[in-house]
Each structure stands twice: as C-alpha cells, then as structure tokens.
C-alpha cells in the first residue's frame, strides 16, 4: 500500500529555516512527480513545489527564493528545504506523489509549520 510519511515540521521565527522530509513506502517514486502543498487554516491546499523524476522543478511566486525541493529516488524521500520563513508560511504541509503513467495521486498526512516569534 502505497504511504507518504513527512517529517521536520515545527515552530521556526521569521526569518529561520526548516528542512521537511516525505518518505515514501510501496511506491517508487522513480515513477511519480514529487510535490508540496500547503493549506493554513480557511484557506485552500495550494501547491508550493514540484519536481519531476528527471529534476525539474517548479515552484509558486511567494516561495521563489527562498524554498528548495529535492528528491533522492535511491533513497524513496522528497526534500523541502525552507529558509527565510515568514509568518504567512505558516500552514500544514503535505506530501503528493502524481503516477506520471498511472495517473495515481498519493497524499501524506502532513505536518504542521508554524512560523512566529
């Protein structure tokens, strides 16, 4: 059964860092694009980064700069590496694996990024 499991979420103050982790079981994520979305409270999920199998990234407006997404396919785990976090980042994260063949949409449970002094 396929699963993502993200980690490295927590309190940060503005302007620090945070690297979230997703990894992957019963999947290769090889196969899938790679994502983060976020959704704080009220809002809608919206996408923060995507990265294909071969590496290409894309990533919304408000995180350029200051976001990174990685992927290690050895190692079935995604990266986000966030530096200066501001308070408008707060929000629970989630993981997304899209099947580029099967079309097939995994979701994470999420893990809460709170950015405050």
């Known amino acids: 059964q396929a699963r993502l499991v993200e980690s490295g979420g927590g309190l940060v103050q503005p302007g620090g860092s945070l690297r979230l982790s997703c990894a992957a079981s019963?999947?290769?994520?090889?196969?899938?694009?790679m994502g983060w979305y976020r959704q704080a409270p009220g809002k809608q999920r919206d996408m923060v980064a995507t990265i294909t199998s071969g590496g290409s990234t894309n990533y919304d407006d408000s995180v350029k700069g200051r976001f990174t997404i990685s992927r290690d396919n050895a190692e079935n785990t995604a990266y986000l590496q966030m530096n200066g976090l501001k308070p408008e980042d707060t929000a629970v994260y989630y993981c997304?694996?899209?099947?580029?063949?099967?079309?097939?949409?995994?979701w994470g449970q999420g893990t809460q990024v709170t950015v405050s002094s």
């Open positions: 019963g999947i290769s994520t090889s196969n899938y694009v």
């Open positions: 997304n694996a899209f099947g580029r063949v099967t079309r097939r949409n995994v």
